[in-house]
């Protein structure tokens, strides 16, 4: 039977729910679903910024604004959390809240707060996918993306609000028929459990095993009939050579013996005479 395992908080703070979709036995019906445990009872705990209008969610692009880390994942301090690139050729200006790119009639226009790091300078020559700004984690945490809600099932595009990097927070990514434990919104300790079940996958690795031993073990049975075959071929080789000289030495004495006759009696026709 396998064993139940359980994933257990390892800071104390609030449950927040990412496409986590349940049965009514709270049952999890579809992988990828999230769940964070934040702390936000210090200001300083959470590093957020937004966008003048929603973004589309990109990553590691080089056109326009590109994300550099998934949802739920570590980031370390300094590390970059987005970047804009330039979407064309042509010259900066820099204004406080803009970045332009210029080229003839092309004009590309790029928004930027007091959370970008601005890479160029007014007046810089730009090119294509050239890095104009980019944004840092300020500290260690757990990048949080909000996403806009789709309008549709069919509405495949991610568009993001806002982002925010927290500091005193987990995110665990929650395994289809995992039991959920605790609820949505709900204050928990350093501990609890969140949620438990059994990972399937486990069966399949253990035939995998049993898989690999199997094929060792044909491997070893192959190399050994191969081996066997090659000392077989080796002792008949030997045993060919150790034959061979009796008789061309009996055929050299009989050839001697009956020189005589070789012009009725050839040597091929001697040997099968007798």
Do not use: W
Not at 38 to 65: D, I, W
Not at 213 to 232: G, I, L, N, Q, R
């Amino acid at each position: 039977m396998k064993d139940l395992i359980s994933i257990r908080s390892e800071v104390s703070g609030i449950v927040e729910f990412f496409q986590i979709k349940t049965n009514k036995l709270k049952r999890v019906l579809l992988p990828g679903g999230m769940i964070f445990v934040t702390n936000r009872q210090k200001k300083e705990s959470a590093f957020k910024f937004g966008f003048a209008e929603p973004v589309k969610y990109t990553l590691k692009s080089k056109l326009a604004l590109a994300f550099h880390c998934h949802h739920g994942e570590e980031i370390e301090e300094g590390g970059d959390v987005a970047t804009i690139y330039s979407e064309t050729d042509g010259e900066a200006s820099v204004k406080k809240n803009k970045i332009t790119v210029t080229k003839k009639s092309l004009v590309k226009e790029y928004s930027i707060d007091k959370n970008f790091i601005v890479l160029v300078n007014d007046g810089d020559k730009i090119k294509l996918g050239q890095p104009l700004a980019k944004i840092v984690s300020p500290f260690y945490g757990i990048v949080k993306y909000a996403f806009v809600p789709q309008e549709s099932e069919k509405d495949r595009t991610k568009k993001i609000e806002y982002v925010e990097v927290l500091q005193n927070a987990v995110a665990y990514e929650i395994p289809d028929e995992f039991q959920i434990k605790v609820a949505n919104g709900a204050d928990i300790k350093s501990g609890a459990v969140i949620a438990e079940g059994v990972i399937r996958e486990e069966g399949y690795e253990d035939l995998s095993i049993e898989k690999e031993s199997f094929e060792e073990e044909k491997e070893e049975e192959e190399t050994s009939a191969e081996e066997e075959v090659d000392e077989a071929e080796d002792e008949s080789r030997g045993d060919f050579s150790y034959e061979e000289e009796p008789v061309e030495s009996e055929f050299e004495e009989e050839e001697e013996a009956n020189s005589g006759d070789d012009d009725d009696f050839p040597p091929f026709k001697k040997k099968k005479s007798k």
